[in-house]
């Protein structure tokens, strides 16, 4: 069974102004570069991470969290499930205390590691069901959960 997490999680990820996005692919194509480029449409100063660099909408891609030009508030993990705990570790050394765990990036290690550790984490949830309920299929997909009462609360 999925494990719920809390609406305070996700408001408080979602208030920050600085996220950083690991797993945003150098290719500029698949969810994490989707999730990078959905931030930044929503205002967020989205800040791109991937251990091999390079750029994405002529952005930079900074290879660590440690290399961030600026303290981001959260991070947005896009990456397998066995890479995710490293991440949320290496998040934490940078000083990030909250996280979200996409859907498909979410381990069992990466959710103990930040329960253990006072790591506020968002796991699970679909991050663009948050940033843009606006648009279509995100909006009815936020409804049919808010009709399950599977949102989180």
Same mark, same amino acid.
Request: glycine share 8%.
């Given at each position: 069974m999925k494990e719920m997490t809390s609406k305070q999680s996700v408001d408080g990820f979602l208030d920050q102004t600085v996220i950083a996005v690991a797993g945003v692919s150098r290719s500029g194509r698949g969810f994490g570069a989707m999730a990078y480029r959905a931030l930044k449409n929503a205002g967020y100063k989205a800040l791109a991470v991937n251990p091999n660099g390079g750029s994405i909408d002529g952005a930079p891609i900074h290879p660590s969290f440690a290399a961030l030009p600026e303290a981001a508030g959260a991070a947005l993990v896009v990456t397998p499930p066995g890479e995710s705990a490293k991440v949320v570790q290496d998040a934490a050394a940078a000083g990030i205390r909250r996280v979200w765990l996409q859907q498909g990036a979410? =381990?069992?290690?990466?959710?103990?590691?930040? =329960? /253990?550790?006072?790591?506020?984490?968002? =796991?699970?949830?679909?991050? +663009?069901? $948050?940033? /843009?309920?606006?648009? $279509?299929?995100?909006? $009815?997909?936020?409804?049919?959960?808010?009709? +399950?009462?599977?949102?989180?609360?």
């Open positions: 979410v =381990s069992p290690e990466a959710t103990g590691w930040c =329960s /253990a550790n006072g790591i506020d984490a968002v =796991s699970g949830e679909c991050i +663009l069901m $948050f940033l /843009a309920p606006e648009k $279509f299929p995100h909006n $009815f997909h936020r409804w049919i959960w808010r009709k +399950l009462g599977k949102l989180p609360r």
